[in-house]
């Protein structure tokens, strides 16, 4: 059986061969064209059957998207046994565990490994959480026991267990878009061997083509906008509906419609969408970060003194979204949401890797520059560590969105995070 193994029928007559052909053929629709593009009548044309039985199988979409997720966890739980038994025995070392997180990363980036294209999704959308939260736990709780089990057989990389999960789940959502770049593939490499070097506390590795990379980025800036002018009101608009609806909710039509302007005013400010969608991104990250999380402004805040201040200030960044305000969830919770939208867009439509590739090639140069202000001094964050824990805290804080009823504080998930991740002072 293939590593992207897949829910397909096996043949048969009856109820169950055609529930199953259908959660194949709603798996498909996801992983080509993404969660919104999943309806009751597109599932049933795309199966040459009607809408009514569609909902003799599932009742609800709300039902469908449950059914697909449990199909997706026998997949995934099928591709995780594998992974494990096909390491049993294996050396383990740093060479080779940055080999196997690598691999077990661009395995499940594949075109063929339709089930993770289902948590991806998933992840990104309120409603599918809600329609498959014990699924999705589930899927959490299998990534997690799986790498356990593997560092379980490699002591001297026990320190990772608290952290792999959460980050291999953020840096699977970008090799899910940037999968085949070259620059991207140098970059996972370098930033793996660099995490097994951390577990096993030797000294920083080189950084050679983290450096490459952002001496070659232009970082993105602020607008600088007239306040009242139309195309700030339309960049504000844009990034409302992306904290409430996420970036598929923007589009001519709707902002248009909330500005009160024909659909041909985005065209003439911006020239196209994906530039205007672009620009919408970066405001929305840049109104919503916190003061002292950005490197651009002022400190207004002494440095924590601690581990425990730390992680307190910290802790408001991983804040779930309350029921019906998305817009209130803590800044990661709703920052990493946003990146992984992007990333499964990208995956889509080639046109918007370089966002993808801008948004991963620095990951944590704010944390890296904000260090001596908030990280507390025990610690000496190098740039490679920052990398680490901005990816590690955005995985974070998706699987913890996911979570009805959290098990393990915010605050002990930095502090365990922070002790994996950062050398000590």
Same mark, same amino acid.
């Given at each position: 059986m293939a590593d992207?193994?897949?829910?397909?029928?096996?043949?048969?007559?009856?109820?169950?061969?055609?529930?199953?052909?259908?959660?194949?053929?709603?798996?498909?629709?996801?992983?080509?064209?993404?969660?919104?593009?999943?309806?009751?009548?597109?599932?049933?044309?795309?199966?040459?059957?009607s809408t009514t039985v569609i909902v003799n199988l599932f009742q609800t979409k709300a039902g469908l998207l449950a059914a697909v997720a449990e199909a997706g966890l026998g997949a995934d739980a099928a591709f995780h046994a594998r992974f494990l038994a096909q390491t049993?025995?294996?050396?383990?070392?740093? /060479? /080779?565990?940055?080999?196997?997180?690598?691999g077990y990363i661009t395995r499940r980036a594949a075109p063929q490994a339709r089930f993770v294209r289902v948590w991806?999704?998933?992840? /990104?959308?309120?409603?599918?959480?809600?329609?498959?939260?014990?699924q999705l736990q589930a899927w959490r709780q299998l990534q997690a026991r799986a790498w356990t089990e593997l560092l379980d057989r490699a002591p001297a990389f026990a320190r990772l267990a608290p952290v792999l999960a959460p980050y291999l789940a953020m840096e699977g959502l970008y090799a899910s878009a940037l999968?085949?770049?070259?620059?991207?593939?140098?970059?996972?490499?370098?930033?793996?061997?660099?995490l097994m070097a951390r577990a096993l506390d030797t000294p920083p590795p080189?950084?050679?083509?983290?450096?490459?990379?952002?001496?070659?980025?232009?970082?993105p800036q602020p607008p600088g906008l007239e306040a009242g002018s139309m195309k700030l009101r339309l960049l504000d608009i844009a990034a409302d509906l992306i904290m409430e609806g996420g970036v598929g909710a923007v589009t001519n039509r709707s902002v248009a419609q909330l500005a009160k302007a024909s659909t041909s005013t985005i065209l003439y400010h911006f020239g196209d969408m994906r530039s205007f969608l672009a620009q919408a991104i970066w405001h929305s990250v840049f109104r919503e970060i916190p003061a002292y999380l950005d490197w651009r402004r002022p400190l207004d805040r002494s440095r924590p003194a601690d581990l425990a201040a730390w992680s307190e200030l910290?802790?408001? /960044?991983?804040?779930?979204?309350?029921?019906?305000?998305?817009?209130?969830?803590?800044?990661y919770e709703k920052y990493a949401r946003l990146i992984a939208q992007i990333c499964l867009l990208a995956r889509r439509d080639p046109a918007f890797q370089d966002l993808a590739a801008l948004l991963r090639g620095p990951e944590g140069g704010g944390t890296f520059a904000r260090r001596e202000a908030i990280w507390p001094p025990q610690f000496a964050l190098t740039r490679m560590s920052a990398a680490h824990f901005a990816i590690w805290i955005k995985?974070?804080?998706?699987?913890?969105?996911?979570?009805?009823?959290?098990t393990e504080n915010p605050r002990m998930q930095l502090q365990s995070a922070a002790l994996a991740i950062a050398p000590r002072a």
């Open positions: 992207a193994a897949d829910i397909r029928p096996d043949g048969g007559d009856g109820r169950d061969a055609l529930r199953v052909q259908a959660i194949a053929a709603a798996m498909g629709i996801i992983a080509d064209q993404g969660l919104a593009a999943l309806s009751i009548r597109d599932l049933a044309q795309s199966i040459g059957k049993d025995g294996a050396p383990l070392d740093r /060479t /080779t565990l940055r080999a196997l997180a690598a991806e999704e998933y992840l /990104t959308d309120r409603e599918a959480c809600l329609a498959a939260g014990p999968i085949g770049r070259a620059d991207y593939e140098l970059l996972l490499d370098e930033s793996l061997d660099g080189a950084t050679p083509v983290l450096d490459w990379i952002e001496a070659g980025l232009v970082p910290m802790a408001a /960044t991983l804040e779930p979204a309350p029921a019906g305000a998305p817009a209130d969830a803590g800044f995985g974070r804080a998706l699987l913890n969105a996911i979570e009805q009823a959290p």
